[in-house]
């Protein structure tokens, strides 16, 4: 089976450090480039960072470039988002999803909050 | 923020056709492939629609996509209970080098 799991959310506090991890399984992750989507409380779907299937290039949404970096481990079949300077805005579920978009993980809660 | 604009909300009674509209532009629908995503409270989207009007395995044949120009629309026809959620469109933007979202559609069964 398919599947992507996000893991590494909680709470942190403004300015704060983070860093997300989704692991996958069922599938050759390397052939795949991986993206990273997140949701406000609230709100809708917002595109927030990719990376190619072999990590040489990467692209972030204008509301994290520069506090963010995503990053692929292929032979752990994981990716990662190392979020920081984190603001009340980034507040939201984090969820992974891989190149067509086609699967989804179930998401990581990421809190900004002092 | 989102660069596809799509009605706040849209409603049917049971068996009814309802339609969602998506409007972009030509670096982002005009150039590429439409996704459609359903999202039931406290799930992650599920992938409903893609590359105009194909259907994952499992996705009921009530759902149906169309694109024309810079505009997309999803079609949800016999509309059932269990239909009742939000709604996004997604397509690649050529000009940002990523996707982009719609701003989604809540569906109300009546």
């Known amino acids: 089976e398919v599947q992507l799991v996000e893991s590494g959310g909680g709470l942190v506090q403004p300015g704060g450090s983070l860093r997300l991890s989704c692991a996958a399984s069922?599938?050759?992750?390397?052939?795949?480039?991986m993206h990273w989507v997140r949701q406000a409380p609230g709100k809708g779907l917002e595109y927030v960072s990719a990376i190619s299937s072999n990590g040489r290039s990467t692209y972030y949404a204008n509301s994290v470039k520069g506090r963010f970096t995503i990053s692929r481990d292929n032979s752990k079949n994981t990716l990662y988002l190392q979020m920081g300077s984190l603001r009340a805005e980034d507040m939201a579920v984090y969820y992974c999803?891989?190149?067509?978009?086609?699967?989804w993980g179930k998401g990581t809660t990421v809190t900004v909050s002092s | 923020q989102s660069v596809l604009t799509q009605p706040p909300s849209a409603s049917g009674t049971p068996g009814q056709r309802v339609t969602i509209s998506c409007s972009g532009s030509?670096?982002?629908?005009?150039?590429?492939?439409v996704n459609w995503y359903q999202q039931l409270p406290g799930t992650a989207p599920k992938f409903l629609i893609y590359s105009k009007n194909k259907r994952p395995s499992g996705v009921p044949d009530r759902f149906s996509g169309s694109k024309s120009g810079t505009s997309a629309s999803l079609a949800i026809s016999g509309l059932q209970s269990e239909d009742e959620a939000d709604y996004y469109c997604a397509a690649w933007d050529d000009r940002l080098n990523g996707y982009v979202f719609g701003t989604g559609t809540k569906v109300t069964v009546l």
């Open positions: 999803t891989r190149y067509y978009m086609d699967v």
């Open positions: 069922g599938f050759t992750f390397s052939d795949y480039a």
């Open positions: 030509s670096s982002n629908i005009g150039s590429n492939t």
